[in-house]
């Protein structure tokens, strides 16, 4: 699976959207991007994923880039709740377990 | 979605002693994996959990140390043995439906080794 790049941390004020960035630059083509978020103590939940277009449900928006070498998580209207630390993860159909690298902790202010 | 339960969330042992913690998923999953999250760091893989036979193992942990059990689709456990403050750390489960799909995960469970 290939290897991702986030940054270490971010901030966002609250009610506006949260743009997390993540990097893969040596993605394959049968990889998909997975997001995933881990709030203090709790196990980590499940936000979206997707593969090549781009993926919206009722927690957040995944933006892949056409070259599939970056994608962008969004927030819409972040709020205190959504402070937690946000984990991308490129995983191919047939890969077994999710490797976690460090995440982007998200601090989102009052 | 699946709801994964862990049980004890978190327990306060002895050294020496052992403790096994239990992992019960509310619908038939084809894989389930324990994962260890030691403090301020990310999840690492221990093992995956083999139904009807002996997990397999990531680097640098061992079946003596970590044996696991998985009898049937929905459950498994995890036991850490002959522990030492070192194994202080959260101890997570999760499980995919089917190979391809996203992964669901228990609250973990918190044990602190004195």
């Known amino acids: 699976d290939a290897k991702t790049t986030q940054p270490p941390s971010m901030d966002c004020a609250e009610g506006r959207a949260a743009n997390l960035p993540c990097n893969h630059s040596t993605i394959s083509g049968n990889e998909y991007v997975y997001w995933y978020r881990q709030i203090h103590s709790q196990g980590p939940q499940y936000i979206i994923h997707g593969l090549k277009n781009n993926e919206t449900n009722e927690m957040a928006s995944l933006i892949i880039t056409e070259d599939r070498k970056s994608s962008t998580l969004i927030l819409p209207h972040a709020t205190l709740r959504d402070t937690a630390v946000y984990y991308c993860i490129v995983r191919g159909p047939t890969g077994q377990n999710f490797v976690f690298g460090p995440g982007t902790r998200l601090s989102v202010l009052p | 979605s699946a709801v994964i339960s862990q049980k004890p969330s978190r327990d306060i042992c002895q050294r020496g002693t052992s403790l096994t913690i239990q992992c019960q998923v509310d619908?038939?999953?084809?894989?389930m994996f324990w994962y260890r999250q030691q403090p301020g760091q990310s999840l690492t893989l221990i093992a995956t959990a083999n139904q009807g036979s002996e997990a397999t193992y990531e680097s640098g942990f061992v079946i003596d140390k970590f044996p696991i059990s998985r009898p049937n689709l929905t459950f498994s456990t995890l036991t850490v043995s002959n522990m030492s403050p070192e194994d202080s750390s959260i101890y997570l489960c999760?499980?995919?439906?089917?190979?391809?799909?996203?992964?669901?995960f228990g609250q973990g469970t918190r044990l602190t080794v004195v």
């Open positions: 999760s499980a995919h439906r089917e190979l391809n799909t996203e992964a669901f």
């Open positions: 619908s038939q999953v084809t894989m």
